[in-house]
C-alpha cells in the first residue's frame, strides 16, 4: 500500500526565514505533485515535478525529487504573509486509475 | 479551456434530502474522479471514472451514488446522507502527467 508522508504538518515562520518541507513516499513512482491550498478553496497545482533529479521553482518555492530516495522537497525562500496555507503533496497510485495519494499536508503560517 | 467546474458551490441538505453535484470538463480527459475532503484532512478518492464507465469504487457507502453521463460531465447523486458527510466534494480529471481540481462543492448536511 502506497503511504505518503510529510513533515512538519505544522509550520510557523518568520517573514524572510527559509525552510523546507519534506515529503517521503513508500513505493516506486516517478511522478510527484505538490498542491497549495487556502482555507475553504480548492487545490492549487504548484509543481508537477515527473524524473529523478527534477527541480522546478516558481517565486520563493522550489521543488526537487529524488525518486532512489523517495523524497521531495518544498524549499520556501524568504518566506512572506502571503504564503500562509496548507501545502499537499501527492504521488500516483501506481496500478491504479491514475488518481493521486496525498501526504497529510503541511500548515503554514507565516508571521511578519 | 483548461477548467473543470463544479456545481452548486455550496450546498446544505437534510438528512431526508436528494440533491447532486455537478461536474463539468472539456479537456477531452477520459479519466474523471471524485475525491472527499474533510477539514483538516488530504483528500480522499471516492471513485473514479475511465471512458465514462465506473472503474474504482473506494467502499463508499450507496448513500452516495455517481453517474457520468458522458466524456464531459460527472454527477454524484447524494441521498440519505449522515452529518458525517460534510466536507467538500472535489471532482478532478488527468491529463496523461497532470490531475486537474475543480473548485468542489463545500456540503453540509444537518
Known amino acids: 500500500e502506497l503511504k505518503v508522508e510529510q513533515n512538519p504538518l505544522f509550520l510557523s515562520m518568520q517573514e524572510g526565514k527559509n525552510y523546507t518541507i519534506y515529503c517521503n513516499y513508500s513505493?516506486?513512482?516517478?511522478?510527484l505533485y505538490w498542491y497549495r491550498q487556502d482555507p475553504g478553496k480548492s487545490l492549487e497545482s504548484l509543481f508537477v515535478?515527473?524524473?529523478?533529479?527534477a527541480v522546478k521553482q516558481e517565486g520563493r518555492l522550489m521543488a526537487s525529487l529524488d525518486t532512489k530516495a523517495r523524497l521531495s522537497t518544498l524549499h520556501i525562500t524568504a518566506a512572506v504573509h502571503d504564503l500562509s496555507a496548507t501545502y499537499f503533496c501527492?504521488?500516483?497510485?501506481?496500478?491504479?486509475?491514475?488518481?493521486?495519494?496525498f501526504g497529510k499536508g503541511t500548515k503554514l503560517s507565516v508571521k511578519p | 479551456d483548461t477548467e473543470v467546474t463544479q456545481t452548486p458551490k455550496h450546498l446544505v441538505m437534510g438528512m431526508t434530502n436528494k440533491k447532486s453535484l455537478k461536474c463539468e470538463q472539456h479537456?477531452?480527459?477520459?479519466?474523471m474522479y471524485w475525491y472527499k475532503q474533510k477539514a483538516k484532512k488530504p483528500p480522499e478518492l471516492m471513485f473514479v471514472?475511465?471512458?465514462?464507465?465506473?472503474?474504482i469504487n473506494e467502499s463508499v457507502p450507496s448513500r452516495f451514488s455517481p453517474e457520468c453521463p458522458n466524456s464531459s460531465l460527472l454527477n454524484l447523486h447524494l441521498h440519505a446522507l449522515q452529518p458525517e458527510d460534510s466536507a467538500l466534494y472535489l471532482c478532478?480529471?488527468?491529463?496523461?502527467?497532470?490531475?486537474?481540481f475543480g473548485p468542489g462543492t463545500r456540503l453540509t448536511v444537518l
Open positions: 478532478a480529471t488527468r491529463s496523461y502527467n497532470e490531475q486537474f
Open positions: 513505493t516506486t513512482s516517478d511522478r
Open positions: 515535478l515527473l524524473s529523478n533529479g
Open positions: 501527492a504521488v500516483d497510485n501506481r496500478g491504479s486509475q491514475g488518481n493521486l495519494i
Open positions: 479537456m477531452g480527459h477520459r479519466a
Open positions: 471514472y475511465s471512458y465514462e464507465k465506473l472503474s
